[in-house]
């Protein structure tokens, strides 16, 4: 009877602190978020399926359609007020680093092993989820718009 009595004080003890225990959620960030949604739970990979140029939508080339890009999440990214950083890599052989920046709104690139050295691209996020990604950019005074899906 002691027993049972010691168990039921400990059980009620048990569910009282944790009942009453408070964590500290901290909002997401829309950075956060943008590099969650670009990353997934660690790499995501995603495939070209559109491409305009000036708002006119291009017929994609055999190499275009098989276009892909990989985006990872650097692992030190645990820091929610911390800029979100990663690594990426595409099926034309490029590897780089990319950040989100201006709030969420853009993404910035740089591309680590081209021949010529560095090359920086700036997109503006158009729109992201889970399942699309829409980027921007402009390049020779050309305004040139992707769209990816995740697969």
Excluded: H
């Amino acid at each position: 009877m002691k027993t049972l009595l010691t168990s039921f004080i400990i059980l009620s003890s048990l569910f009282l602190f944790t009942g009453c225990s408070k964590t500290a959620d901290v909002p997401e960030t829309k950075e956060a978020r943008v590099a969650r949604l670009l990353t997934g739970v660690g790499n995501r990979y995603w495939r070209l399926s559109k491409v305009y140029l000036n708002n006119a939508q291009q017929t994609l080339t055999d190499s275009q359609m098989k276009y892909t890009k990989t985006y990872t999440a650097d692992p030190s990214n645990v820091d929610p007020n911390n800029s979100k950083t990663g690594s990426f890599t595409n099926s034309d052989g490029y590897i780089g680093k990319w950040k989100i920046i201006s709030a969420g709104d853009q993404l910035y690139e740089t591309f680590t092993n081209n021949p010529a050295g560095p090359v920086a691209n700036y997109y503006i996020i158009n729109e992201i989820s889970e399942t699309l990604l829409d980027i921007e950019y402009t390049a020779n005074m050309r305004s040139v718009r992707e769209v990816y899906f995740a697969y």
